[in-house]
């Protein structure tokens, strides 16, 4: 018997595209001689719909989705698709069972995550019940995604006379994520004794990212079926003497990993939403070169414009290298000069900066011309900007609003500055792309005379390490101190974090590729007194 893992990229609210992607994986299937398969949660509707899962009209058009699928299948072909269902007033993520031209029963997912990125409690009801069923002569139990994680309904089905566990997945992407899948499922299967078959969604919605993967585990949790990440696939399982087996994929490095997510995340992002193309704003440092490359990788270097924008502080070689990029990326790239706007505002400002020094806000002034430009440039063209800041810079409110963070979409949001140098190298392994000089020159936002980023930051590895520390790990500033870290640097970087919250707040959404990324994990007051004691 020959079951079909659907890992497909659906699009949140499209219904009737993500209905053809389904029907397109079964027609596939069902010549491939499976007799079941087996589609992500909530595929019918994309994940994560969020409010869209408090509207009434929402779940009429999932039910009408739905009954119209179950008729056009393949008639010999069973099905279970994740779908969100509403009866008698309570809403629930569910998977139906397809059969035989109709919706042949439904399974309630029972435990719902309200945590990091998740949080289904605001829109489903808990659902009680095993679904096991049976298909030549074998008996399949149903789980949703959060359900896998705890013991409760693995258990349950069992009990319920499975002999092999469905998984219908949901799951995005963080750095190790597949490692912690894998450890858990095969928890599951060893205390349920059941073997495992797990179905991921793939693709990007908003800033997570599916990353695919889906796999299968004896009832020892060992793998047996190990599918592609980052990109559809329909898995086949042969399965024989009750376990499920089929092709063993190798999972990718860290830095794969996290730059084909990037690409994926801006792939969908700007595809998803329309967008001809992107714009970026490319200063001859590492940042922008990086998201160029992410961008040309994703759409196509028809679809990348990339735009300099010199002022009188821009070093000759960050013009040579900016222009080297964009000749080895294939894109077209325009130069356009701020010297003479910086030059009107400061005659417009002159008589209300009488007396003042120049300071940070000249340095702010050229950042938002920058900003203007960019954005001019999308109006005009429909191409949308891709900022080009990192989480480092994130983390201390190191960018300018309105300036450099002006823009839609930000590939590297979620990324620590000394994770974009190992990117870079990962990147020209692929292809020499980004200069060498780029790589290895200190980083600057050349706003003024002869300056570093190091002028106003702590060194990139003490800043990673400590955000990562106090960030991620939510360590208290003591207790990074006390793992060897220098006070006045703890001290310093926590500050920075706590105090540009509000920048971060208006900041363009961007890919999430740690456990705690700015936006949907972390959620700290901008009004905030408390300060951690040392």
């Known amino acids: 018997m020959k079951i079909a893992l659907a890992q497909f990229n659906a699009t949140v609210g499209d219904l009737d ?58 008639a010999g072909l069973a099905v279970v698709v994740g779908f969100p269902l509403q009866e008698r007033g309570a809403r629930y993520n569910a998977a139906a069972l397809l059969r035989g031209g109709r919706v042949e029963s439904v399974y309630r997912k029972q435990l719902l995550p309200n945590h990091s990125v998740f949080d289904e409690v605001r829109t489903f009801m808990p659902g009680e019940e095993a679904l096991v069923f049976d298909l030549d002569g074998r008996r399949f139990g149903v789980v949703i995604c959060e359900d896998i994680w705890q013991p409760g309904p693995a258990e349950q089905a069992r009990a319920a006379g499975a002999e092999l566990l469905l998984v219908l997945n949901a799951s995005p992407y963080h750095r190790n994520k597949q490692a912690v899948r894998h450890d858990v499922v095969a ?8 073997p495992v078959a797990y179905v ?16 299968a585990m004896d009832r020892e949790g060992l793998l047996t079926a190990q599918f592609p990440l980052f990109e559809e696939a329909l898995g086949l399982l042969d399965l024989t003497d009750a376990v499920p087996r089929g092709e063993l994929h190798g999972l990718p490095t860290q830095e794969e990993g ?53 002022s009188r502080y821009t070093a000759d070689i960050s013009l040579t290298d900016a222009r080297e990029l964009a000749e080895n990326l294939g894109i077209s790239h325009a130069v356009l000069p701020i010297g003479p706007m910086f030059d009107s505002f400061r005659a417009a400002l002159a008589a209300e900066f009488a007396g003042l020094a120049e300071d940070l806000t000249e340095e702010n002034i050229q950042a938002r011309i920058r900003g203007v430009l960019l954005m001019a440039l999308s109006n005009k063209s429909g191409r949308m900007v891709l900022t080009t800041g990192n989480k480092s810079e994130m983390a201390a409110g190191y960018a300018t609003l309105y300036g450099d963070m002006a823009g839609g979409f930000s590939a590297l949001k979620d990324v620590a500055k000394t994770l974009v140098w190992r990117l870079a190298r990962y990147r020209n392994t692929l292809s020499a792309v980004i200069p060498e000089r780029i790589i290895t020159r200190p980083p600057s936002a050349e706003l003024r005379p002869d300056q570093t ?36 640097d703890v001290r310093r970087v926590v500050r920075l974090i706590d105090r540009s919250e509000y920048k971060r707040r208006q900041a363009a959404p961007g890919v999430r590729i740690t456990q705690r990324g700015f936006g949907r994990d972390r959620r700290y007051p901008i009004t905030n007194k408390y300060q951690a004691p040392f």
Do not use: W
């Open 453 to 488: 980023d190091q002028d106003s930051l702590p060194p990139y590895e003490v800043l990673d390490a400590i955000m990562e520390r106090y960030m991620e790990l939510d360590m208290a500033p003591r207790e990074i101190v006390a793992a060897g870290y220098d006070e006045a």
């Open 187 to 194: 928890d599951r299967a060893m205390a349920a004794g059941l």
């Open 258 to 310: 996290v730059y084909r997510a990037l690409v994926l995340g801006v792939r969908d992002y700007v595809g998803k939403n329309g967008f001809p193309g992107v714009i970026v704003g490319s200063s001859g440092g590492i940042d922008s070169a990086l998201t160029l490359s992410i961008a040309v990788d994703a759409l196509g270097a028809d679809r990348v414009h990339a735009v300099m924008m010199p």
């Open 17 to 74: 595209g993500n209905s053809r992607k389904i029907m397109a994986m079964a027609v596939e299937a069902d010549q491939a001689g499976a007799r079941l398969m087996v589609t992500p949660e909530l595929g019918l509707c994309g994940y994560p719909p969020e409010d869209l899962a408090l509207r009434a009209d929402f779940y009429q058009e999932n039910a009408r989705a739905l009954a119209e699928l179950a008729v056009a299948l393949p």
């Open 200 to 215: 991921n969604l793939v693709g990007g919605q908003d800033e997570l990212v599916f990353d695919g993967g889906s796999f």
